[in-house]
C-alpha cells in the first residue's frame, strides 16, 4: 500500500517527537489542550460583550485591541447583574485561567528541553545574560500534567458558557454558582502546572 509522501514524514516527525519524551498519549493531550484553550478563548471574548451589555453589531468590540490576559482580568470583574457567589466563582476563574494561560504560553512558544519522563518548555529564558521584558516561565510536560491542564481548560469553557447564559436568562445563574467547587480545584490545578519548579524546589512538594 501505497502511504503519501505527507503521511510518511509526519509520521517520522511524530517517532521522532517520541524519543524526545512525547509518546502518543502526550501528543494527543498537547493537541486536546490547545483545542479547549482555543474554546475557552473566543468563548471568553462574547462573554466580555454579554458581561457588559455590551453591542457590537456595526462597531468595533471594546476587546478587539486587547489581549488575552487584558480579557481574563476584565473576567474577574464580573457583573452588577450576577451574585456575590457568582462572581466569586468569576474572580477564581480568573485566577485559574491566567495561571493555565503562563503555562500553555509556555508550552506553546518556549524553548524545549527534550527529556524522556518530563520534557520542559522554559519560555523567556535568560541564558545569554539578556534582559527579557517579561519574566521566565516553564511547562513541564507529562500525561499527567495535561490531563490537569485539559481539565482546567475544559472548567472555564464551562463556567464562560455559563456566564454568558446568565446574563441572558437569570434562571441559568445556578449553573454558574454550582461550578463553585470544580473551579477551586481547577485554581488549585492550575497554580500547580505554573509554580511546579518552584513546589518541585520545596521540601515538602
Sequence with gaps: MNVPKHREQSLTVLAHLAGWGFPPEV???????????????????????????EQVVGVRPSTDK?????????????????????????RSASTA????????????????????????????????????NRPASDAHVDENL??????????????????KAACSDASQANTLTAL????????????ELRHLTALMNHEKY
Design 27 to 53: 501528543q494527543q493531550r498537547i493537541g486536546a489542550l490547545g483545542v479547549v484553550w482555543g474554546v475557552f478563548e473566543t468563548n471568553l471574548e462574547t462573554t466580555l460583550w454579554a458581561l457588559r451589555d
Design 66 to 90: 486587547t489581549s488575552i490576559s487584558q480579557w481574563i482580568d476584565s473576567l474577574a470583574e464580573g457583573s452588577a447583574k450576577l451574585s456575590t457567589e457568582a462572581q466569586d466563582v468569576l
Design 97 to 132: 485561567a491566567k495561571d493555565l494561560m503562563e503555562y500553555r504560553h509556555a508550552l506553546i512558544h518556549g524553548w524545549l528541553i527534550p527529556f524522556q519522563t518530563m520534557p520542559t518548555f522554559i519560555r523567556n529564558p535568560t541564558w545569554n545574560r539578556e534582559i527579557r
Design 146 to 163: 495535561l490531563d490537569m491542564a485539559i481539565d482546567v481548560a475544559w472548567i472555564l469553557c464551562r463556567v464562560v458558557f455559563a456566564a
Design 180 to 191: 463553585k467547587r470544580d473551579v477551586s480545584r481547577a485554581k488549585s490545578e492550575a497554580n
